[in-house]
């Protein structure tokens, strides 16, 4: 007889559900929540302006902890040491551990970290020095007089321009000769010396056994490339990497970045493509374009739920930067209920424009908003200067964030103490300001210049008039001659009756020059100098302009309390100096083609793009047209996309209108007077043009 047979199977006792200290599910949104849960693998987390990136990224953190990963196997990269000591305090106070043992910082603190403990194979000792920008400024000068460049006898650049040429060149990995093609053509002829400068100031940093700044990534890189038994243990080190804005990474940063997580592969990178603002300062758009190249497991997330603006003004922004052809497509959300549309005012020039805000500024204040809560938002610093000016008239107090006044800049006090000698000969402090502008003129001969030709009722003429003023002066003859021929051209009858045109005199033949060769931001700097020449068109005589400009130095407390506390200010901001901050009331002014988008930046390309077929076919991307911006194909395939100059511009608009919380305002003047004098029209930005008629109410400007 045949034995029935059941089985029964064994089955493991159900593990109890993981519990966690931290309420993930009543803490973050559904988007968020799947970013904090998402397994291990390279992740790319888009964020959206005002989408709660660094919640997303605490709360990851924390999670990861929760699940048994050690401190110490993180590695979270910010861009600021404050941004990484707030996440980390978060991450302590969610999960109550010691955050000491993650590794939190900047790409510089955590590169000189890791180079304290791998100095030697890189042959520097562990107690290398770290060169601050004051420091490197002067090594490199030393490396330029060790070189026995003439620098006092012609438009050598100064120790800060090289520098600021030598760190675009490491982190972006451009070509000296490009690179000068490109931004610096009046230093093309020094070529041959700036090569020999670099080359001495690195070994100048390597006999002292310093370092500077971009020396912690380009030796941090290195160690990657270059030394394996190092290599391996720094690519095993860390169990997950996360990294912030990953938007502003430059190149190299982004190859330590994929280097480090080769191994692992736990990557994740936060940021938003459509707030990549930052080539100027080498940052690369294509870093997080192309992400899922790069790592093709990657999982794609979006927070596009915004709690920072109205629906009216997110729908402004959506439809704005769908005009983009390069992005991740995304579409904001508002959490916030309904205000006003945005406001599209049209006036007549760039003084109804001040007149306009400072109208409105106090209208709002009247209504009970805060000065605080008001920010203006422009493109270039110099196009503040009429709001500026207009502001002090009427009292109302305000806050520059893009720089310092208008009038307290340095370029501006030069090119105006020329203008203070022919009105007033006997200004001493204009007199050695402008003689120290010159080659082989410092303190000394400028105070013996002025020391003898005070000595006469008429300085200007004395000047003008005699031979060398010194025995001491005599070897900076050629400067004293030049800056006689153009203070003998100003202050005729018919140029003292043109301010203007002296401005435009001063720099054409003498400080364009001395600009190129003294700043690293000599264009922004030249733009506020034509601005000031355009300013002046207004005034019928030099005197009348000083007079003006002396009147708009900041005002005593006493004078401002009639509008608001001391404390309490309107912000006045570019847009770049902006990107992170918010104000209730936002006004975007100068929207006009050439001035936003910026002319210069319309010129060249926003970046270079490499793709191959899958790329281009990938869900993720929006990529338009790219066969018709591609460059030559390459052999593998790859194509080079140039995205045009237009698109970083049609972001930087993006963030500018993403600051507004509750109401925003853009303003474009329709009139303005050009280099002769001669009013000519011009055409909204183009950023407004191509926004529907239904995203925002259309101000007309009228007058009593």
């Known amino acids: 007889m045949t034995t029935k047979v059941r089985r029964y199977t064994l089955k493991a006792p159900a593990k109890p559900a993981k519990t966690y200290r931290v309420r993930y599910e009543e803490d973050l949104n559904s988007e968020q929540l799947d970013v904090v849960q998402a397994g291990e693998g390279p992740l790319l987390v888009i964020a959206g302006a005002g989408s709660g990136k660094t919640r997303a990224l605490t709360y990851r953190v924390s999670r990861l902890i929760e699940d048994g990963v050690d401190p110490s196997e993180i590695l979270i990269v910010t861009f600021t040491n404050k941004a990484s000591r707030e996440m980390l305090s978060r991450v302590e106070q969610l999960v109550t551990i010691d955050t000491r043992r993650i590794w939190g910082g900047t790409f510089h603190s955590i590169g000189n970290r890791l180079l304290r403990r791998h100095a030697e194979p890189l042959g520097y000792r562990s107690n290398f020095t770290i060169l601050d920008n004051e420091d490197s400024k002067e090594m490199m000068e030393s490396a330029i007089s060790s070189l026995g460049i003439a620098t006092l006898e012609k438009r050598f650049p100064k120790g800060d321009v090289l520098l600021d040429i030598y760190s675009f060149l490491i982190n972006t990995r451009t070509p000296l000769e490009l690179h000068l093609e490109q931004n610096f053509s009046h230093f093309a002829l020094y070529k041959d010396e700036i090569v020999n400068v670099f080359r001495r100031y690195k070994e100048r940093k390597r006999q002292a056994n310093a370092m500077d700044f971009d020396d912690l990534l380009v030796n941090w890189k290195i160690l990657l490339d270059d030394h394996p038994e190092v290599s391996e243990s720094l690519k095993r080190r860390y169990r997950h990497i996360l990294v912030d804005e990953y938007q502003d990474t430059n190149r190299l940063q982004a190859e330590i970045i994929d280097a480090m997580a080769s191994v692992r592969r736990n ?162 402090l204009a007199w050695k300001r402008v003689l120290k502008l ?72 003498t400080y364009a020059d001395y600009a190129r060769a003294r700043f690293p931001n000599s264009s922004a700097r030249l733009d506020d100098l034509e601005q000031l ?172």
């Open 533 to 704: 020449s355009q300013y002046a068109l207004r005034y019928e005589d030099v005197e009348e302009f000083l007079n003006e400009i002396a009147l708009a130095n900041p005002m005593a407390g006493e004078d401002t309390a009639v509008v608001g506390p001391e404390d309490e200010k309107i912000v006045l901001s570019s847009v770049h100096q902006a990107k992170g901050l918010e104000w209730r009331i936002v006004f975007v002014i100068w929207l006009a083609d050439g001035k936003f988008p910026s002319q210069r930046a319309l010129r060249v390309p926003g970046g270079i793009v490499r793709v191959d077929p899958a790329m281009a076919a990938h869900p993720a991307f929006l990529l338009e047209g790219a066969d018709g911006e591609s460059r030559e194909e390459k052999q593998d395939g790859v194509r080079e996309i140039v995205i045009p100059g237009e698109e970083e511009e049609r972001r930087l608009f993006y963030v500018a209108v993403t600051r507004a919380k509750q109401e925003l305002y853009l303003v474009f003047p329709v009139m303005a007077r050009d280099r002769g004098g001669m009013d000519v029209l011009m055409e909204p930005s183009r950023f407004v043009r191509e926004l529907p008629g239904d995203v925002y109410e259309k101000w007309v400007i009228g007058t009593e």
């Open 438 to 509: 010159y080659p082989k003129i410092g303190e000394k001969i400028a105070a013996d210049i002025w020391g003898r030709i005070s000595a006469v009722s008429d300085p200007l003429d004395a000047f003008l008039h005699t031979a060398p003023p010194s025995p001491a002066a005599r070897g900076s003859s050629v400067s004293i001659n030049a800056l006689r021929e153009i203070l003998r051209l100003i202050s005729s009858d018919a140029m003292k009756r043109n301010p203007s045109e002296s401005i435009s005199l001063i720099v054409e033949r």
């Open 267 to 428: 990557l994740m990178v936060v940021g938003d493509d459509a707030q990549s603002i930052y080539s100027f300062r080498g940052a690369s758009f294509e870093n997080i374009l192309t992400f899922p190249l790069r790592f093709p497991e990657a999982q794609i997330y979006k927070l596009e739920t915004n709690y920072r603006s109205t629906p009216q003004i997110l729908k402004l922004a959506n439809h704005s930067i769908l005009n983009n052809r390069y992005q991740f497509r995304k579409e904001l959300q508002a959490v916030r209920g309904d205000g006003p549309d945005p406001a599209v005012v049209g006036v007549d020039d760039v003084y109804e424009q001040a007149t306009f805000i400072a109208q409105r500024i106090l209208e709002l204040r009247d209504e009970g908003e805060k000065l605080d809560d008001i920010a203006v938002l422009y493109r270039s610093h110099y196009q503040s200067l009429e709001l500026q000016m207009e502001l002090t008239r009427r009292l109302i107090p305000y806050e520059i964030r893009s720089g310092v006044r208008f009038f307290e800049q340095a370029h501006i006090k030069d090119v105006i103490s020329y203008l203070k000698i022919v009105t007033n000969s006997r200004d001493e």
